[in-house]
């Protein structure tokens, strides 16, 4: 009788524990490679922005990015003439926030090449749409009191 009831609360705490179904679907169609086509902002000027603490919008556009979720970790390629070029890698985690509009939040942790982060600092985004061939991902921030969303539009290649 004992062991029934160890096994069943084993069972119960791994099943408490498992990732979601639709976490692990998302994570089967994130994997592979990415292309950032375009950054675009909710609200119309021109702004100044440095996306990840790294480099500007214009840098980014046009980057690829490589995701490995078994390990969850990735890695971004800036290319464009006039940044400084090369391979970032990164943490990532995909969070599922709302069954029923299937919304996603996703913590990107830039690191090193070994997965270890200097600053420990991270980048929550909402991952709003997802399919085998597009990525939106969203970020709210706040200007001049009101919010304000990045969209990051991604096609994979």
């Known amino acids: 009788m004992k ?5 069943l609360t084993f069972s119960l705490l791994v099943l408490s524990c498992a990732t979601p179904q639709a976490v692990r679907e998302s994570k089967a169609v994130i994997k592979g490679e990415w292309v950032l086509n375009s950054i675009t902002y909710s609200e119309s000027g021109t702004y100044s922005i440095r996306l ?4 500007s919008k214009d840098c980014f556009e046009g980057s690829t990015w490589r995701f490995i979720p078994n390990n969850n970790t990735g890695v971004y ?11 970032r890698h990164f943490n990532f985690e995909i969070q599922q926030i709302d069954a029923s509009t299937g919304y996603y939040d996703f913590m990107l ?6 997965g270890r982060s200097e600053t420990g ?4 985004m909402r991952l709003s749409y997802l399919s ?9 921030l706040t200007v001049d ?6 969209n990051m539009n991604f096609s994979k290649i």
């Open 52 to 55: 990840l603490n790294d480099e």
């Open 132 to 140: 085998e061939s597009t990525m939106v991902w969203q970020q709210t």
């Open 121 to 124: 600092q991270g980048f929550r």
């Open 3 to 7: 062991k029934i009831i160890y096994l």
């Open 145 to 150: 009191a009101r919010p304000f969303t990045l």
């Open 109 to 114: 942790k830039p690191t090193d090449e070994r």
């Open 77 to 87: 390629t800036i290319g464009s003439a006039g940044c400084k070029v090369g391979d």
